[in-house]
């Protein structure tokens, strides 16, 4: 049986935070005139949060968080091989509240971290200067983290397709095949509630730029 799980706002929600992830991390090594463009990627990378933490309240089944936190049940379900579902299996829920989690701090961070030479985020001036001294250390040293967990990531993807499950297609097409005849597709979610999701996305991106400070 071939069900929907995965709805399109959340596939290219996911594979846009992807390539700005990618785009924030490449930038950072060129440095340079490239800054820019990291400070671009990291304001994008937040306002895909912000657009992704509203759909997990407001979206469709399987997008929402309340249908996939790995609880202690779940997570012993699991281990024994006793769970059964469509989304995010609890172990993959783990990881992604920690990308979450490591993206969040770092786009927040970003936004007040300065190095006096190259870089200074867009709301760096509202914060004192050893506040942003920290935090660009700890926007640094998450980096590490960032990579760490991206590779553990890319290394699931890959054990689960030896195991005969393939978890790029589904982020794909957001169809997945299971023998139960009971089953339910992904539901919700409506245009209404893309609409508020966007908005506020589109508005968290506006207060980080620091435009409106003049």
Known sequence: MRVLVWDLPLRVFH???????????????????????HARSGLAVLGLLSFRLVWGLIGPTY?????????????????TGRWQGLGHNPLAALSVFAL??????????????SDDIAFSGPLANLVPRAL?????????????????LLAL?????????????????????GHKHTASTHAQEARGGGVL?????????????WLASGSWLG
């Open 15 to 37: 594979w846009l935070l992807t390539a700005a992830v990618v785009g924030a991390l490449i930038t950072v090594q060129l440095g340079g005139d490239w800054m820019l463009w």
């Open 63 to 79: 997008a929402r968080f309340g249908q996939f936190v790995p609880t202690p049940g779940k997570l012993r379900a699991y281990f």
């Open 100 to 113: 979450i989690g490591l993206f969040t701090f770092q786009a927040l961070s970003g936004l007040v971290a």
């Open 132 to 148: 942003s001294s920290e935090l660009s250390f700890w926007h640094r040293w998450n980096e590490e983290l960032i990579y760490i």
């Open 153 to 173: 990531h890319v290394l699931a993807i890959g054990v689960y397709r030896l195991r005969g499950q393939h978890l790029l297609g589904p982020m794909i097409h």
């Open 193 to 205: 509630a893309l609409l508020i999701a966007i908005a506020i996305a589109a508005l968290v991106v």
